[in-house]
């Protein structure tokens, strides 16, 4: 299959079904150690701080105002 000849919406749905597919095996996912140490930092970070971050409309309008 080609993937580029297919549509927006068909590329859509196929990286939809690929993802559903990964989900339905229930697999684990490998982190790397310094992966690990990243995550554990940010979930330390935002449990002193309760901030969520920005919504992605923040994020987005960020970037298209550069």
Do not use: N
């Not at 079904?17 to 684990?28: F, G, K, M, R, Y």
Request: hydrophobic share 40%.
């Amino acid at each position: 299959m080609e993937i580029q000849s297919l549509t927006v919406s068909e590329r859509i749905l196929l990286a939809e079904t690929l993802w559903d597919s990964v989900i339905a095996d229930d697999a684990e996912i490998d982190v790397t150690t310094p992966q690990r140490q990243e995550l554990d930092r940010r979930l330390a970070t935002f449990e002193i701080d309760h901030d969520p971050g920005s919504t992605w409309s923040a994020v987005k309008a960020r970037i298209l105002s550069k």
